[in-house]
């Protein structure tokens, strides 16, 4: 089975500061990953997806994030981040042989003016 | 929300009654899910759905049953509502883009009072 963890259930930070969001999973087989946001009283949208390939992977809105196997982590990280990115952050897994998608309980990003 | 609609959008209902929730989209996907989102938990998956009448429990199954007739429909009830069902519902699509990516839907609030 697999499983999702984030470390930080809300992060304040200024604007224009840069912002890292982590995520770690567990699962005995291969995997890929995802980072979803929900703005305030809206469904999800994908922000991005690692399927293989290189380990830094870019998203909307100027986010990226890095895949370390190692450490089982896809942490999410934005350079500047603007008073539009306050959302509600979800990491996700799901197996490669196609399954159940299983999300953490995420991480809820406050950009301070 | 690209061809995902779920109703009712909002529902309050007392304990004891029972309740469906739709699902329809009009993608064709082979994977329909069913996710509850509750602050501190993020969205736990209930039931999915990787076809026609072929149905799987999620995390949290237990009071809820799921139906999947038609391929653009998926059905979530409650058979004798509680309190402890109180939340947003999700409904999400996927598995025909490669790698499980979803869609979601608006989401449905119910409350049972």
């Known amino acids: 089975a697999q499983s999702v963890t984030q470390l930080d259930s809300q992060v304040p930070v200024f604007e224009e500061a840069p912002v890292e969001l982590r995520c770690n999973y567990s699962?005995?087989?291969?995997?890929?990953l995802f980072w979803y946001v929900q703005y305030p009283n809206q469904g999800l949208q994908l922000l991005l997806k690692?399927?293989?390939?290189?380990?830094l992977v870019k998203g909307i809105n100027g986010f990226e994030a890095e895949f370390n196997k190692s450490q089982t982590s896809f942490h999410l990280r934005k350079p500047s981040v603007h008073i539009s990115d306050t959302a509600e952050y979800f990491c996700?897994?799901?197996?490669?042989?196609?399954?159940?998608?299983?999300f953490g309980p995420g991480t809820s990003l406050s950009v301070i003016p | 929300d690209a061809g995902i609609t779920q109703s009712p959008r909002h529902k309050v209902t007392e304990t004891g009654t029972p309740v469906t929730l739709r699902c329809h989209q009009t993608?064709?996907?082979?994977?329909m899910y069913w996710y509850r989102q509750d602050p501190g938990h993020g969205l736990r998956l209930i039931h999915y759905?990787?076809?026609?009448?072929?149905?799987d429990k999620g995390e949290v199954s237990d009071g809820y049953s799921v139906s999947r007739s038609k391929t653009e429909d998926f059905l979530l009830t409650l058979e004798s509502a509680t309190s402890s069902q109180t939340s947003v519902y999700f409904c999400?699509?996927?598995?025909?883009?490669?790698?499980?990516?979803?869609?979601f839907g608006a989401g449905s609030r119910l409350t049972v009072l």
């Open positions: 996700a897994v799901t197996p490669t042989s196609y399954d159940k998608v299983i």
């Open positions: 699962s005995s087989v291969s995997v890929y």
């Open positions: 690692y399927l293989s390939g290189s380990t």
């Open positions: 993608e064709n996907h082979r994977y």
């Open positions: 759905s990787y076809g026609v009448k072929d149905t």
């Open positions: 999400a699509i996927g598995g025909e883009s490669g790698a499980n990516v979803l869609t």
